[in-house]
């Protein structure tokens, strides 16, 4: 398994832009689809992005589709989320997740490792 940790949350007005890292430790980074979810409060964990392990395709959740962009960096074992035009119901705890498997993912059970989760709040 690897090892990964979130960054970049915080309190944004509506219509803003936050970027979120998360930095994955161990050598087999490049392997792994990697994933982001979100969780608002009394809501279940819901999908949002995927990006293959190369990082040659990406799939996203419709209602973010258009506004965040998944991106990696297998040099800096880095996957970032880069989240534009937000919205009070993007506000949830965002996580990060690791799947050893080339193709992106979609369901939470198909990942294997997860960080401790960053807020992210969109004021109206």
């Known amino acids: 398994q690897v090892q990964l940790v979130e960054s970049g949350g915080g309190l944004v007005q509506a219509g803003g832009s936050l970027r979120l890292s998360c930095a994955v430790s161990?050598?087999?980074?490049?392997?792994?689809?990697m994933g982001w979810f979100r969780q608002a409060p009394g809501k279940e964990r819901e999908f949002v992005a995927t990006?293959?392990?190369?990082?040659?395709?990406?799939y996203y959740a419709g209602s973010v589709k258009g506004r965040f962009t998944i991106s990696r960096d297998n040099v800096k074992n880095t996957v970032y989320l880069q989240m534009n035009s937000l919205k009070p119901e993007d506000t949830a705890v965002y996580y990060c997740?690791?799947?050893?498997?080339?193709?992106?993912?979609?369901?939470?059970?198909?990942?294997?490792?997860w960080g401790q989760g960053t807020q992210v709040t969109v004021s109206s």
């Open positions: 997740a690791a799947g050893y498997d080339s193709n992106w993912l979609i369901g939470a059970g198909q990942y294997n490792s």
């Open positions: 161990g050598r087999t980074f490049s392997r792994h689809a």
């Open positions: 990006i293959r392990s190369s990082g040659g395709s990406t």
